[in-house]
């Protein structure tokens, strides 16, 4: 089958894998002021990474829906200490409003992150965001060993950004398949999503997903169509197959240089199975979640 060629004919696509929508686990919703501020970030970057989805809450939300996203996350993360509540009551409340939102929290090294966790685990959050790079800490650090276990024992997922990004944002010394090894050494039932296949050391996490059941991997901008992350891990194709069960779809939206279609499309044109692509644009997502449909 082909992929489609534009935002436009995601709904036909579709309806030829016989899907009804996406699940897309990778979705951004931060508070308005936070989000210029890292739109304004990316608009400093060379090469340019042009933000390909600038557009207020509202018609984010409606764009995803016309892209026929049924179910989709709200991530923000801490860059700083204290701002976590804030963070969190944004995106649990637009999980409240939005039927199609998945209730997401975050969770930073700082007094009172266990509390703050039980709290939001207690309100229904479904998923955790976790960003070791733009937070600048240690998965490991002993503030959050009591976080560590509350979310091991829920079986929450957390989307964790483990891959160390040259960007000249820094902190790249606290990401690693190391890091996340230590990590699950502490506590090895946690769910892990691993953003990007763990980019740049794609390898050495699907490893450890092969590793370790617990561990799932995600497609953000691995194999969009031309790529824009470099070159797709074309070698690992075979080796996400087999893993086809723990691999889920995730777009990185609404701060992504290319159009949505583009990433859909790359996973076609890489290859993968039909059967492969229904389970991971859409089943797999379903699971991990619980989602009732």
């Known amino acids: 089958m082909r992929g489609p060629d534009s935002d436009e004919a995601m709904g036909d696509f579709l309806a030829e894998l016989g899907l009804p929508g996406i699940v897309d686990a990778h979705v951004h919703f931060l508070p308005d002021a936070l989000q210029e501020a890292v739109w304004r970030w990316f608009d400093r970057l060379s090469p340019p990474w042009p933000v390909t989805y600038r557009a207020s809450p509202t018609d984010r939300l409606a764009t995803l829906g016309r892209l026929g996203v049924r179910h989709h996350t709200a991530l923000a993360y801490a860059h700083r200490p204290r701002i976590l509540g804030y963070l969190n009551d944004h995106t649990m409340a637009l999980a409240a409003r939005e039927p199609s939102v998945i209730p997401t929290f975050m969770i930073y090294p700082e007094p009172g992150v266990t509390a703050e966790t039980s709290r939001r685990l207690a309100e229904g959050g479904a998923c955790v965001k976790v960003h070791l790079q733009v937070g600048g800490f240690d998965p490991t650090d002993r503030l959050l060993e009591e976080t560590w276990a509350l979310l091991e024992e829920a079986s929450t997922p957390v989307v964790l950004h483990a891959g160390a990004v040259e960007d000249g944002s820094g902190n790249e010394q606290w990401c690693g398949p190391d890091r996340v090894r ?100 859409w089943t797999n997502g379903r699971r991990l979640f619980g989602l009732a449909d």
Do not use: K, N
């Open 182 to 281: 230590r990590l699950l050494e502490r506590h090895p039932g946690l769910r892990l999503v691993v953003a990007h296949l763990g980019a740049p050391d794609y390898d050495d996490f699907v490893e450890l997903a092969t590793d370790h059941r617990s561990v799932w991997l995600d497609t953000a901008m691995v194999f969009t169509d031309p790529p824009h992350l470099g070159p797709a891990p074309g070698h690992l194709v075979g080796r996400l197959e087999a893993l086809g069960e723990r691999v889920v779809f995730e777009s990185d939206f609404p701060t992504i240089p290319h159009r949505y279609a583009a990433q859909v499309r790359g996973l076609v044109e890489s290859g993968f199975s039909e059967d492969w692509l229904r389970a991971v644009l």
